[in-house]
């Protein structure tokens, strides 16, 4: 039988690694690919949505690798699978608590574990913001995309409704009226908030049309639990209170991300809007042995594949980094 001491040490052992990595995703299981390679035997922590924001995408047709397109979490399965083969110590849970400030580092997670790392790589993603609706859930995925460039293919010569007034909702409405037949900016003010350039791109658009002063307040469909589809924006004037309906075959929330770093803020430098601030052409944090992967540091592109290529990026940075000092 062990002893206490003994066990202690098993524990100890267990609860320290070359290269911890919180977060899955894309970003998250790329950098545990290569950090595993590289023999950092690194340890995972999923954090409260295993495998990202692209297990809630219904179909992912711009991956390298699937030509007939696969499922977001099917996708997502067959690259935990990827890290596995590969022994990664992936655990459930999340992290809660961090501590910077000297290596090896520190951090907590939500069953009271402390680990122990000598770097530690940061891809916790970033949410998009919803509208609260409850149609909009039961939407999500038939007919309601957060993501533009992700699902906008499914709406060619469609109609569809932008949900937003900022730089993403332009963007995304004039990257759907190059597919689609009609595209409807749904703003809750009488003015755009997004630069004054894309404004201008907006409103020469011939098939955007603004829809000022409304905000959702219904999405509703048609069909059975797996077949079903939207059809219609029910809108409210936020001058008159009076009620309008769109009919549309989309809508596209685009009302902002937040990113997922509410538990390193105070221990490493974030931008103003949250996002993970890393030295150009890096990953490499303000903290030295800190790293950053995927939309967690990358306000702009928000795809899989870049987050990716930043999982990857990130591992390669540790590993030197961990050359360099040792």
């Given amino acids: 039988m062990l002893t206490q001491t003994q066990i202690i040490k098993i524990n100890n052992r267990m609860n320290y690694t070359k290269c911890l990595i ?29 495998g990202g924001q692209l297990t809630i995408t219904t179909e992912v047709e711009n991956f390298p690798g699937y030509p007939n397109g696969i499922s977001g979490p099917e996708m997502m399965n067959e690259i935990r699978e990827q890290v596995l083969r590969f022994e990664v110590d992936i655990r459930e849970g999340e992290i809660i608590e961090v501590d910077f400030s000297k290596r090896p580092f520190t951090c907590k997670s939500d069953d009271n574990s402390v680990i122990k790392a000598e770097t530690v790589i940061i891809a916790t993603g970033a949410s998009a913001r919803s509208l609260g609706l409850e149609s909009e859930k039961e939407y999500f995925g038939y007919g309601v995309s957060m993501c533009a460039t992700c699902d906008g293919f499914f709406y060619k010569n469609k109609t569809v409704a932008v949900i937003g007034g900022g730089d993403t909702a332009a963007e995304d409405a004039i ?35 603004m829809v000022w002063n409304h905000v959702p307040i219904e999405i509703l469909g048609e069909g059975g639990k797996f077949d079903k589809m939207v059809t219609r924006l029910r809108l409210e004037n936020t001058v008159y209170m009076e009620e309008k309906i769109l009919e ?79």
């Fill in 248 to 326: 549309v075959d989309g809508i596209f929330v685009a009302i902002g991300h937040h990113p997922n770093t509410d538990v390193f803020k105070g221990q490493i430098e974030l931008d103003k809007e949250g996002y993970i601030i890393t030295r150009a052409g890096s990953s490499h944090t303000n903290i030295s042995g800190v790293f950053a992967a995927g939309d967690v540091r990358d306000p702009n592109y928000k795809q899989a594949i870049t987050a990716a290529a930043g999982g990857c990026i990130a591992a390669i940075d540790a590993e030197r980094f961990l050359a360099s000092v040792n």
């Fill in 22 to 50: 919180i977060g899955s995703g894309p970003a998250g299981y790329t950098a545990a690919i290569y950090a595993a390679r590289a023999d950092m035997k690194p340890i995972l922590y999923e954090g409260m949505q295993q």
């Fill in 175 to 209: 990257y759907l009226a190059n597919l689609c037949k009609k595209v409807y900016l749904v703003h809750r003010r009488d003015q755009l908030r997004s630069s004054k350039e894309l404004q201008k791109r907006v409103f020469n658009t011939q098939n955007i049309e």
